[in-house]
Structures are given as structure tokens and as C-alpha cells.
Nanobody, 121 residues
Framework: VQLQASGGGSVQTGESLRLSCVVS????????LAWFRQAPGKEREVVSV????????YRSGFVRGRFTISRDDAKRTVTLQMNNLAPEDTAIYYC???????????????WGQGTLVTVSS
């Protein structure tokens, strides 16, 4: 199973970005999908999770309604729409896939390479 993330970039405060992650290999519809992020000097943290059937979604508190996770099983893609970005959202964003719906890193055996998001004030 391989994951390829894309969509990162440099934006200013208040702007938006849309991250995408394509999953190849495995049975996509069996996977819960997640986005994590790691800011400079900090530990990796969960951003949002969507269940295999898409009927359960977890969002970290800092999302505050700004980020939306979605999945498209036909395209084998998970997307993170990020609006109203702030400098504290600057981080490398990772997508992950696993058969367990979890907020924890250890629940995900498959990881993308990360995509850098930089938000300037």
C-alpha cells in the first residue's frame, strides 16, 4: 500500500489549501483514513480522521470548523480542505491509512511522505 500526498504550499493568514492523498494498493474501502501534522520542534498530532464507510469523522479541537476531511472511494483519495489558515497551522501534513478507526498514530500502518504547509502572517 502506498500513499501519495499533495497540495501543500505557502499561503498567508486566512487563505485556504486543499490537500489530497491518493492510496494505491489494498482495498481502499476497508481503510480508515487520517491526516496528521508535525510542526517544527513538536510531536506529530492527529488533525482529522474519517472511517472506512465515511460515517464517522473525528476532528481535533484546533480544527474549530476550519478543516473538512472527505473521501472519494472511486478515486481512492482522501482530501483535507483547510480554510482560514493561521501561522500555527504551519507543519508537514501526513496522510495515513489503516483498518482501525483511530486517533492514534499506531493505528495506521500506511503513511504518505508528507506535504509542507507554510502559513505566513
Amino acid at each position: 500500500v502506498q500513499l501519495q500526498a499533495s497540495g501543500g504550499g505557502s499561503v498567508q493568514t486566512g487563505e485556504s489549501l486543499r490537500l489530497s492523498c491518493v492510496v494505491s494498493g489494498g482495498t481502499f474501502s476497508n481503510y480508515a483514513l487520517a491526516w496528521f501534522r508535525q510542526a517544527p520542534g513538536k510531536e506529530r498530532e492527529v488533525v482529522s480522521v474519517i472511517s472506512a464507510r465515511g460515517d464517522s469523522i473525528y476532528r481535533s479541537g484546533f480544527v474549530r470548523g476550519r478543516f473538512t476531511i472527505s473521501r472519494d472511494d472511486a478515486k481512492r483519495t482522501v482530501t483535507l480542505q483547510m480554510n482560514n489558515l493561521a501561522p500555527e497551522d504551519t507543519a508537514i501534513y501526513y496522510c495515513a491509512a489503516g483498518q482501525r478507526y483511530s486517533e492514534r498514530e499506531r493505528g495506521y500502518p500506511y503513511w504518505g511522505q508528507g506535504t509542507l504547509v507554510t502559513v505566513s502572517s
